[in-house]
């Protein structure tokens, strides 16, 4: 019956973090010790404030469907968060909230990008974006990155990949899934490029944006020539450890704001009115929680980068935001113990489950098949525990 299926879903790949993170939990419950890698979400509870304003939002009745581009107070609380912490100014009708920022995301994608459109994605990239591009009708266009330059994009690359056909370049800071965080010069050249083409639009996912380690964040929006051309997409999943309650948003100039509202009604209305009232609270009141986080994954950071960097033939890069190592493994490739022989990215995953009952998320889910995705939002015990089987696991193929 799969034949029934439309065109467009049977070109849809399969996101290769939630199988993997389902593979994960099915073997868990079957008994098995697996340390989880895969998730890309934070492992601390939602901070009681936000809790308790969810629980008032319930009490107090707010059971109604919302205006579909949220309520009214959220998006004032969305612009005074731009302006106090990016310095960016918008409007509260130049705010649509979605049920999370992949929502946002598919909203400004589907609302922009036409069939035969051409859209740069700098790799490695979060594996929804190509396929969000695919289901708009686009080609994404792919810009390959080092471990050596960062795992970020150069302006002169930026540059050579623009054609006639360039609508969108998708642009994610700190990034899902190598940790790498843009300087304001680095942006400011990007901007530059993108100053000189008037028929392209910036989609900046910062999503990551509390959860950095090199200082203030800097988005891309900043930059008055392009300002109106730029989607800039967030949320709370990330920063409040709110990842169920699914919500997240996006700021842009008032046309293309209307065009991802229209979009929305059609698709799902407006995101959970309980989920809004805990958002709102969330970004007015008390950010310790926040802060306090980060200063958790930076330690957790540390300790991992610390065991890669004692394993013969892994090579990686410091992130400096999220919470993801990209290490490359490709050395190991064509090696076996004495068993099993690791080939490829999905090899070394599937051997490191087996073998040292640790998950992760194979690099070419990202467009970078020489390295794998391990996610260190878990507990200093857990990563410890982690990083031991691991080295021991790949010390024995020769």
């Known amino acids: 019956m799969e034949s029934y299926l439309s065109k467009r879903l049977q070109s849809l790949a399969e996101s290769q973090t939630l199988a993997?993170?389902?593979?994960?939990?099915?073997?868990?419950?079957?008994?098995?010790?697996?340390?989880?890698?895969?998730?890309?979400?934070?492992?601390?509870?939602?901070?009681?404030?936000?809790?308790?304003?969810?629980?008032?939002a319930v009490d107090a009745n707010y059971s109604f469907y919302?205006?579909?581009?949220?309520?009214?107070?959220?998006?004032?609380?969305?612009?005074?968060?731009?302006?106090r912490e990016n310095g960016l100014d918008y409007k509260p009708e130049q705010i649509t909230v979605s049920n999370g920022a992949k929502h946002s995301l598919a909203n400004a994608i589907m609302s922009i990008v036409d069939d035969g459109d051409e859209v740069i994605i700098p790799a490695p990239y979060w594996v929804s974006y190509s396929e969000l591009v695919k289901l708009a009708g686009g080609k994404s266009v792919i810009v390959k990155t080092t471990i050596e330059g960062g795992f970020k994009m150069t302006a002169a690359?930026?540059?050579?990949?623009?054609?006639?056909?360039?609508?969108?370049?998708?642009?994610?800071?700190?990034?899902?899934?190598?940790?790498?965080?843009?300087?304001?010069?680095?942006?400011?050249?990007?901007?530059?490029?993108?100053?000189?083409?008037d028929r392209i639009f910036v989609v900046s996912d910062e999503i990551y944006e509390h959860?950095?380690?090199?200082?203030?964040?800097?988005s891309i929006a900043q930059f008055a020539g392009i300002k109106d051309r730029v989607v800039l997409i967030n949320g709370v999943s990330k920063a409040y450890a709110m990842t169920g309650y699914r919500i997240g948003y996006l700021a842009a100039p008032l046309?293309?704001?209307k065009a991802c509202s229209k979009l929305q009604g059609q698709f799902t209305s407006n995101p959970s009115s309980i989920a809004q009232r805990a958002a709102?609270?969330?970004?007015?009141?008390?950010?310790?929680?926040?802060?306090?986080m980060t200063v958790a994954f930076r330690r957790r950071r540390d300790l991992v980068i610390s065991w890669l960097n004692d394993m013969p033939g892994v090579r990686c890069n410091v992130p400096e935001g999220a919470f993801y190592v990209f290490p490359d493994v490709s050395s190991f490739f064509g090696k076996s113990d004495g068993s099993v022989t690791v080939n490829s990215d999905m090899d070394m995953c599937l051997y490191l489950l087996d073998k040292a009952l640790v998950s992760g998320v194979p690099g070419?889910?990202?467009g970078e098949p020489t390295c794998i995705r391990l996610s260190y939002a878990t507990?200093?015990?857990?990563?410890?525990?982690?990083?031991?089987?691991?080295?021991?696991?790949?010390?024995?193929?020769k």
């Open 20 to 56: 993997m993170n389902q593979k994960t939990k099915d073997l868990q419950a079957k008994g098995f010790d697996i340390v989880n890698l895969t998730a890309g979400e934070p492992d601390f509870f939602t901070p009681d404030h936000i809790k308790a304003a969810a629980k008032q």
């Open 66 to 83: 919302t205006p579909v581009d949220g309520y009214a107070d959220l998006r004032k609380a969305i612009v005074d968060k731009l302006k």
């Open 157 to 197: 690359q930026l540059e050579n990949a623009i054609t006639p056909k360039t609508k969108m370049l998708i642009l994610c800071s700190p990034s899902n899934p190598t940790g790498s965080v843009y300087s304001k010069a680095e942006l400011a050249a990007l901007a530059e490029v993108v100053g000189r083409h």
């Open 211 to 218: 959860i950095n380690f090199v200082g203030g964040h800097e």
């Open 255 to 257: 046309w293309l704001v």
């Open 280 to 292: 709102v609270a969330a970004l007015t009141q008390d950010n310790t929680p926040t802060k306090e």
């Open 364 to 366: 070419g889910a990202f």
């Open 379 to 397: 507990s200093d015990a857990n990563l410890e525990k982690a990083m031991k089987s691991m080295k021991e696991a790949l010390a024995k193929l």
